[in-house]
């Protein structure tokens, strides 16, 4: 299996549960072990689906069609990720109790609301990294200061920190497993008129009286988080992750009508929900509005998952695109806003920054070097 292959046999395994035709296809290719197990096992950890697709084969009774070691590990990863997201089910009750008691209302964003929320079938399914949350402009700063008297601290500690922008800086509490995201904003700055606090509490969901987004804003802001604040749509490339979360959410809301919601974010939506249906094999749930620009768009994914080699440089490009891009606004910034003005400051007259820059020069620099001497 070449790299295309291995991520379209990933992406249907998500599916086998819900969808026939997929765990036909997926048995057949199971049986003939035509799988590259070292591929599939890299790919599907970094797109984060490694446990989920362990429990889609363990309920399509596939597992005897894998490797015993691969079987055991996929076990072991999977009964890890369970008693994590025990604990940071028991954190959401713990933080929720809290801020309701200090008459502050969180709403709980992503995976850890997707997670209390039960659209998985198993809660080793989805792997979480942090516990998100969002507030009104009122209850954001009041909830700060909340948190952090809870015993809340700083998970990197800086001299000075970058000037806030969709939310706090990240904090954790000792003897808790997860570290917590207070939001003030759900999505970059470009898009903030059309998906923000007064738009998705309009309609928020209370389950087990936590407030949680509806599915129709839990499907956009699962696009949302890659296409967007990750610059997904720039890289024309996909999380397998955000798109199972979509694939679920499809379900129970019409995807077609979410995405179609908005001025501007309406095409990133939509190219994602077309990827999301051609790698998950054409499934109806996720049918989209079928355009130029999503054609274009998946021709360009397309291409990134055919050749590997020309994607790698293309994403280089656009890495250094972006960057150069971010630094232009954060001179701007600077311009018009006094804490920019003190954070740029700040970083150019640290020799302490200058040094990090020099170390990873050089560590780059080396790296060239070995690189040449081993080729010739």
Known sequence: MK??????????SLTITLEEKNRAEIKSILKSSDVDWDVFVKLSTSHNVFTTIYLNFKRANFLKYLPDDLVDYMKYITNLNKSRNLQILKQVKE????????????????GVSNLWAGIYQNISERMIGDIDFIFSNEDYPKAITVL?????FDVEKRKYYDPETRHHRRLQKKNHIAAIEIHKELIIEDYTSEFNYNLIKKDIQIIKGVCILSYANKLNLSIISFQINDNGFYYKTMSLRNAYDVFLLSKKTNAKVAVTLYDKLTNPLNCFLAACYE??????????NNNKKAESYLRALNKNYTNRNIAKIQYKIIKTYLSFKSKLIILQKSLIYKEYRLWLFNILTDITWYGEKLRKLGIFVKIRKNKSSKSN
């Open 3 to 12: 790299y295309k292959e291995t991520l379209l046999f990933i992406a249907k």
């Open 279 to 288: 790698v998950f094999n054409k499934i109806d749930s996720l049918e989209y």
């Open 95 to 110: 933080l929720n109790n809290l801020l309701l008691a200090n008459n502050i209302t969180p709403i709980f964003l992503k």
């Open 148 to 152: 952090r008297d809870f015993g809340y």
